[in-house]
């Protein structure tokens, strides 16, 4: 059998590490040759910096894609329409049995599109997830996905009553679990192993003295919070001047959102700012590393969501809804929505630190198999 998987943008790589290695441990116990399994990966290229694609390659030993379509960054459309006219000669070369996509960035939708155009049999790893916000970039590439795809892996029985309620027939979904939390599960050993003061000092800060005390860590990248100053400065001002007071803060600054920073002419104050630390995107291990020993996670990524509710980190969500309800605290998960209001996101961070760490719900892992744990 021939597979060809196709990856693209930083989320894109801890959900296609698992399925390599298994498919390399298939073919090192197979007895007989026909039941090899050729494994082609495609990298689209959508995200191309070192620190947002080949650092997470090497961190979790994934082999150099076969071929690289080398797309880059652009508008929706851009990014979408090059990958498929990139894509399609390969696809039609190759003629792969089934053709394998992961989550919902642009690669996947275009990579989708393009499979079924020239009729491949397609199976999505991620199915089903839906915050119901056509808005959203990656919603509508997750409806156009899993409306093409021949086979659904989904995570969680919310995605299957999604599934269903569009139509989908029984026997095209498979509950399979989380496969991003099968990475983290496999490297969890490996993360802890590294120190705090490594982290900062390679991804670009000097260690601050405050790192023995409780710190959050933030990511920010979603173009609903980044891209407009009205939305992103009042962020920025209740993270310096609210939160940072009383949590010192670790942020991982997104080539998009470091941009927009310095648009809006902070990014050398928040430098300079003595309670918090500006860092370069991290590796895969580094960010489990700050997650597992961070008080409290401000982020509006949907994986960190997942893996929050695992490690048992406190996470407050910058976002009004979410394609993964399994992570709210309401049903059993550490997250809680509070979009880019400020207030409401203040209110989450002093509700969030005056419980004990130990007692933050931890029965919510978005995964089927594999169990939370509750930080030290
Ligand atoms: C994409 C995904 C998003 C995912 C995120 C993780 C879509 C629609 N969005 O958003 O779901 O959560 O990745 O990061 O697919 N850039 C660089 N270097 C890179 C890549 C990007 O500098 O290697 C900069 C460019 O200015 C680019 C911008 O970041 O225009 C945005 O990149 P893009 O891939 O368009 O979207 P993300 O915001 O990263």
Request: net charge negative.
């Amino acid at each position: 059998m021939k597979l060809l998987s196709i990856v693209g943008a930083r989320p894109n790589f801890m959900k296609i590490a698992p399925l390599v290695h298994a498919v390399e441990g298939h073919n090192r116990d197979i007895t007989v040759e026909s039941q090899r399994i050729t494994h082609c990966l495609v990298h689209t290229g959508q995200h191309y910096d070192a620190a947002m694609s080949a650092a997470f390659f090497n961190a979790l030993n994934i082999p150099q894609p076969n071929i690289d379509l080398g797309i880059g960054s652009g508008t929706h459309a851009e990014q979408v329409g090059k990958t498929m006219m990139a894509l399609e000669p390969v696809l039609l070369r190759e003629k792969p049995d089934w053709v394998v996509v992961v989550g919902d960035v642009n690669a996947t939708c275009a990579a989708a599109i393009t499979a079924k155009k020239c009729h491949l049999r397609l199976a999505h790893i991620e199915a089903g997830l839906r915050s119901f916000d056509k808005r959203m970039p990656e919603e509508i590439n997750r409806m156009v996905t899993d409306t093409l795809s021949d086979l659904l892996f989904t995570t969680d029985e919310l995605a299957n009553d999604n599934l269903r309620r569009e139509g989908h027939s029984a026997g095209k979904i498979r509950l399979v679990g989380n496969i991003m939390i099968d990475t983290l599960e496999s490297q969890r050993v490996k993360a802890q192993e590294l120190t705090l003061a490594s982290i900062l000092e390679r991804y670009g800060n000097t260690v601050p003295a405050w790192l023995n005390e409780p710190f959050g860590v933030v990511t920010l990248h979603r173009p609903s919070n980044v891209d407009a100053a009205e939305v992103l400065m009042p962020l920025v001002r209740v993270l310096s001047d609210e939160v940072a007071t009383c949590l010192p803060l670790i942020w991982t600054v997104h080539p998009r959102t470091r941009e927009r920073l310095k648009q809006c002419g902070v990014w050398a104050s928040l430098q300079q700012h003595p309670r918090i630390a500006l860092i370069d995107p991290v590796d895969y291990h580094a960010m489990l590393k700050l997650n597992m020993e961070a008080r409290l996670m401000l982020t509006d990524s949907g994986g960190l969501q997942e893996e929050c509710c695992v490690l048992g980190t406190p996470c407050i969500t910058l976002r009004d809804n979410t394609e993964r309800p399994v992570t709210l605290r309401e049903n059993g998960g550490t997250c809680v929505l509070t979009g880019p209001d400020p207030d409401k996101m203040l209110r989450a961070v002093e509700s969030f630190l005056s419980i004990p760490p130990a007692s933050v719900s931890l029965r919510g892992s978005s995964s089927t198999h594999q169990q939370p744990i509750g930080k030290e």
